[in-house]
């Protein structure tokens, strides 16, 4: 089994910051793609940002120059560190991960999500 286990999240004030961490655990073989996505009540998901296992990143327009994200492979663990936040920044944040793990007949994919970690921005 796969797991990630998020963690970072809470409430602040407009134009400050917080740190998203997430872990992934388990028989995994290797992670391509990390990412963070979020979801306001009522809205689809959206993607916030990935970085890939060489690092080339890619962020939604609305947090480039604010957002910025990073990983260790070794770790298996990417980290989202969020600046000058906004209110319209307040949502549940969701670590993704594209990988390969040893399942029972050997190595499959999978897109493990975590749980979710909710970021509140006051104005």
């Known amino acids: 089994q796969v797991h990630l286990v998020e963690s970072g999240g809470g409430l602040v004030q407009a134009g400050g910051s917080l740190r998203l961490s997430c872990a992934a655990s388990?028989?995994?073989?290797?992670?391509?793609?990390m990412g963070w996505y979020r979801q306001a009540p009522g809205k689809q998901r959206e993607l916030v940002a990935d970085i890939t296992s060489g690092g080339s990143t890619n962020y939604t327009d609305s947090v480039k120059g604010r957002f910025t994200i990073y990983r260790d492979n070794a770790k298996n663990t990417v980290t989202l560190q969020m600046n000058s936040l906004k209110p319209e920044d307040t949502c549940v944040y969701y670590c993704a991960a594209d990988l390969i793990y040893i399942g029972d007949s050997g190595h499959d994919a999978l897109e493990a999500w975590g749980q979710g970690t909710l970021v509140a921005v006051s104005s």
């Open positions: 388990g028989s995994i073989f290797s992670i391509n793609t």
